[in-house]
């Protein structure tokens, strides 16, 4: 049985680069060597197209390879379960994650990567008054911490980006860079993003999504109109929209939803022949350009000669396809017959639904003033003053949740900007409206608010979430599980301490002191690729607690210290061996003791021996 180190993989993020080597070696297995990328054979299988030199075209900025060091360098934090800050922990496949969301999307890089449908995010503006503030290179779960004031129980550093700060735009970039490049790795082929920006940074963003993204994968950029009537207040133009980036993983892959039809699109549908088949519209039998259908003449029903088409113009149809559809009904000559030919076009065999537009008007999605009123109503302030400034109503978001996604499927919806928890809210209005399956991960940092009944709006967040829980009893899934960055429950030795042998002892039981089965028993689900959500069952064989998750693909022992004697490892193996049979997992499974649970290494090796005798590929010992 191995002992698990400080750097084995179910304690430590995804390493990116190592996952981009794997994926170069299946592409080009040539250009592959035991020392690494031979990059002269990758360059002749390019067919010579590697860039080459300092200079090439696209965004730089002072700082921009440490932005992009920081978005590779893997994290040793962990994500602690939080059930008392849940609502239906037990039942929910919704996610409320409360930290810094720069370490928490490198920590859901193996359980989610490929996995999410869309993701909507409403980042900082960069306006002077936003909340950033520096990641740092070494270690970011502890700066995290000690900025939010749990190592210290003070905090700071927190503040605004200043435009006098001397790096207005470098600072924001630096912050933007490695969250969107982690959160590209986490969309589905037919994935696609969604940013909310304004006139600010909205040409910087586009340049670094187009460097993240490719260029060949912008969609759109949306003009919300955010304000129901102009700032009169304006010194030059009053401000009344923001935009909204969207890019797809693979623009080839997605396609939009449409849109439900008006009742003024529909009511351009007549019927003044009373066909059976229902109301219609007119629409041009002609076209400017050249259909290489003739230019013959045709005869009305009511003795008309019509000796071609209007000049500049050419029948659409050819004199054939024309007679057929003139049988069918399908061409209207006007009331006397004798109109040119119109074609019919029935509502019935249009499509229901309509191609999403560039411009989002407030009466259709609502405005900023509609979202304080929205939020008002989940979450009880002391005074209307303590709204968010720019929160986004749920109806623009149920509008992308429309383009994006689909009520059959449990598309995976991800904020990790999650603020006032509107897209969580809009999540379940959709799925109550239409009884969907629609899942939600939320990230909001704990930033402070000076609010004594919601002191961080990560409180906001998830008490808007049960708010919204509270008022949608049709929803599906009203839940969610909370969890809370922190450090990785499993010590890790501390080369900077000079007191070794105090350290060699602190280490021997190796779990952080204070830290519950289940801490230990999360950080090792999402070291091992499993998901969040899905549920833990525990039986107790020879005395001993088992859990086991992910349909049988991880077991975890984490009784006490000397708990494991050699009268209780026949009864505890064999226990573990069946219900692996019974549930018949897909995937290799994986066994995990705390070492300490044993009396002695006899105790342990036999343990490991009977495992190995039932082809358990993977035991270890924390």
């Not at 990567?113 to 740092?136: E, M, S």
């Not at 209307?384 to 149920?398: A, E, G, H, N, Q």
């Not at 509107?422 to 990230?443: H, K, P, S």
């Amino acid at each position: 049985m191995q002992r698990m180190r400080p750097d084995d993989p179910e304690i430590r993020s995804l390493d990116l680069v190592d996952e981009n080597i794997t994926q170069l070696k299946k592409l080009f297995p040539s250009a592959c060597t035991e020392d690494g990328i031979d990059f002269d054979a990758l360059r002749e299988l390019l067919g010579g197209t590697l860039a080459e030199g300092q200079e090439k075209f696209g965004l730089s900025w002072h700082g921009k390879k440490r932005a992009a060091e920081v978005a590779r360098r893997r994290s040793n934090g962990a994500l602690l379960p939080r059930p008392a800050d849940s609502v239906e922990w037990d039942t929910t496949a919704n996610l409320m994650i409360e930290g810094d969301n720069l370490e928490v999307l490198k920590l859901l890089q193996k359980s989610y990567a490929h996995k999410v449908k869309l993701i909507y995010i409403d980042p900082p503006y960069n306006t002077g008054r936003d909340f950033i503030y520096p990641d740092n290179f070494q270690d970011g779960v502890r700066n995290y911490l000690e900025l939010t004031g749990q190592l210290d129980g003070e905090g700071g550093r927190l503040s605004s980006n200043a435009e006098t700060s001397g790096r207005y735009h470098s600072a924001w970039l630096d912050m933007m860079y490695p969250r969107l490049f982690l959160a590209r790795n986490l969309l589905r082929e037919d994935g696609v993003v969604f940013v909310s920006i304004d006139d600010h940074e909205v040409h910087n963003l586009r340049a670094v999504m187009d460097e993240i993204f490719g260029p060949e994968n912008f969609i759109a950029s949306v003009i919300w109109q955010k304000v129901y009537s102009p700032k009169n207040s304006a010194r030059h133009f009053s401000e009344d929209h923001d935009y909204i980036l969207v890019y797809a993983r693979d623009a080839d892959a997605w396609t939009p939803g449409l849109l439900p039809r008006t009742d003024e699109q529909n009511a351009a549908y007549k019927n003044p022949d009373n066909d059976p088949r229902g109301p219609w519209k007119a629409d041009n039998f002609t076209a400017r350009n050249y259909y290489s259908k003739g230019t013959y003449s045709i005869t009305t029903p009511g003795g008309r000669l019509i000796p071609g088409p209007p000049s500049g113009t050419y029948w659409r149809y050819s004199e054939q396809t024309m007679r057929e559809m003139e049988a069918d009904n399908r061409i209207w000559w006007g009331k006397d017959g004798n109109n040119s030919p119109a074609v019919k076009r029935f509502l019935s065999e249009v499509k229901q639904g309509r191609i999403p537009q560039t411009f989002w008007p407030y009466g259709e999605v609502g405005h900023n003033q509609d979202a304080k009123r929205e939020l008002l109503e989940r979450v009880t302030f002391a005074s209307s003053d303590s709204v968010f400034d720019t929160p986004k109503p749920t109806r623009l978001i149920r509008r992308i949740l429309t383009l994006a996604t689909r009520p059959d499927t449990e598309d995976i919806v991800l904020d990790f900007f999650a603020g006032s928890g509107t897209t969580g809210d809009a999540v379940l209005q959709a799925n109550a409206e239409d009884g969907g399956n629609r899942r939600y991960i939320l990230v909001q940092i704990p930033e402070r608010t000076g609010y004594p009944d919601h002191p961080t709006v990560a409180d906001i967040t998830r008490t808007r979430l049960r708010a919204a829980a509270a008022a949608l009893p049709a929803a599906p899934d009203r839940g969610f599980r909370s969890f809370a960055l922190g450090d990785s429950s499993v010590l890790r030795w501390d080369t900077s301490r000079q007191d070794v042998e105090q350290q060699t002892l602190e280490v021997v039981d190796n779990i952080v002191h204070g830290r519950t089965d289940e801490d230990v028993l999360y950080e090792l689900l999402l070291g091992r690729g499993l998901d969040l959500s899905l549920p833990v069952t525990t039986r107790v064989f020879g005395g001993i607690a088992v859990h086991s998750t992910g349909g049988g693909r991880l077991f975890a022992c984490l009784s006490e210290a000397d708990s494991i004697g050699r009268d209780r490892v026949e009864a505890l193996a064999h226990g573990i061996v069946d219900w692996r049979k019974e549930l018949e997992p897909a995937g290799e499974v994986s066994v995990y003791f705390k070492d300490v649970a044993f009396r002695d290494d006899v105790a342990k090796a036999n343990m490991a021996a009977i495992l190995d005798q039932y082809g358990f590929p993977l035991v270890k010992s924390l």
